[in-house]
């Protein structure tokens, strides 16, 4: 089993940062992928950013030059630094981590979601 813990959010005016924590924990042979997505009410779920185990990123169009994905492969986490935070940005954000388990099988494992909240 593995399991993510998602920490940092809460609520921030608008212009302020947070930087959002996943760490994953469990039966881990390696990570290739972990990323993060993000839900606001009434609106599908969207991939914020990704990270590879190569440190290759990719970042939807609207948080480019604000959000920053980085990893520490040694912890298996993962982070979310969101500076400029817009209202727009207020949703609950997931992490999800592509993990090759102990076990010798690959398995896609979600966290359990924290809500982050910009004020304007």
């Known amino acids: 089993q593995v399991q993510l813990v998602e920490s940092g959010g809460g609520l921030v005016q608008a212009g302020g940062s947070l930087r959002l924590s996943c760490a994953a924990s469990g039966s881990i042979f390696s990570i290739n992928r972990m990323a993060w997505y993000r839900q606001a009410p009434g609106k599908e779920r969207e991939l914020v950013a990704g990270?590879?185990?190569?440190?290759?990123?990719k970042y939807v169009d609207s948080v480019k030059g604000r959000f920053t994905i980085s990893r520490d492969n040694r912890k298996n986490t993962v982070y979310l630094q969101m500076n400029s935070l817009k209202p727009e940005d207020t949703a609950a954000y997931y992490c999800d981590a592509t993990v090759f388990t102990a076990s010798y099988s690959f398995g896609d494992y979600w966290g359990q979601g924290i809500q982050v909240t910009v004020s304007s």
């Open positions: 990270i590879v185990d190569g440190g290759g990123t």
